[in-house]
């Protein structure tokens, strides 16, 4: 059940690492280290959730994959304008 889990969870880390890649790619850095993050998320997710909730079905961990993974890609973001910089005498 573990290893359907970690599978699925695998899955879906890339399924929101390609959305993220598709809809943000001028905010993102390189397509390995977003795919590469987004699976880790979802693993990390996984693991958590199952040791929290001790298996309490196959929804609610990865319900808790998607979360993880979710705010792991989001740590990846680059502002979307450029910064304003104030000078140093003003």
């Known amino acids: 059940m573990m290893l359907l889990e970690a ?15 598709h809809r943000l790619s001028h905010r993102l850095p390189t ?4 795919l590469a993050t987004g699976v880790a998320g979802a693993l990390f997710g996984v693991f958590v ?6 298996a309490g079905g196959v929804v609610l961990p990865l319900v808790g994959a998607a979360v993880v993974s979710a705010a792991s890609l989001s740590l990846l973001l ?13």
């Open 31 to 34: 397509r390995s280290l977003v």
């Open 78 to 90: 680059r502002p979307a304008g450029r910064l304003r910089r104030r000078s140093a005498t003003a």
């Open 49 to 54: 959730t199952h040791s929290a909730l001790d």
């Open 7 to 21: 599978l699925g969870s695998a899955l879906l880390g890339l399924l929101l690492a390609g959305a993220a890649i």
